[in-house]
Nanobody
Framework: VQLQASGGGSVQAGGSLRLSCAAS????????MGWFRQAPGKEREFVAV????????YYTHSVKGRLTISRDNAKNTVYLQMNSLKPEDTAVYYC???????????????WGQGTQVTVSS
């Protein structure tokens, strides 16, 4: 599966962005989809995951209540709605696909190219 992330940009603290990740290739609906992020000088970290049907999600603690992952299997797309953004959310955001429901980056075999999110105070 090939993944293409988009929707990043620059916003002020408290603002919103919606990231999209379009998938092509093998059956999208068979994959667990995750969002990860990497800030300058830091390791890539897990943000959110959604199962194949969309009825199960899990978030890292720091984004709970502010970021929402969703998917549209008819459009082969996964989304990350980002509200109440904070400067510490600044990072390159990556979407990824896996065959298991997990937060570990090593389990994800397919990655998008990343999209930059910058939040200013």
């Amino acid at each position: 599966v090939q993944l293409q992330a988009s929707g990043g940009g620059s916003v002020q603290a408290g603002g919103s962005l919606r990231l999209s990740c379009a998938a092509s290739g093998r059956a999208f609906r068979t994959y667990v989809m995750g969002w990860f992020r990497q800030a300058p000088g830091k390791e890539r970290e897990f943000v959110a995951v959604i199962n194949w049907s969309g009825d199960s999600t899990y978030y890292t603690h720091s984004v709970k209540g502010r970021l929402t992952i969703s998917r549209d299997n008819a459009k082969n797309t996964v989304y990350l709605q980002m509200n109440s953004l904070k400067p510490e959310d600044t990072a390159v955001y990556y979407c990824a696909a896996a065959l298991t429901y997990t937060t570990f980056p090593s389990a994800y075999g397919y990655w998008g190219q990343g999209t930059q999110v910058t939040v200013s105070s």
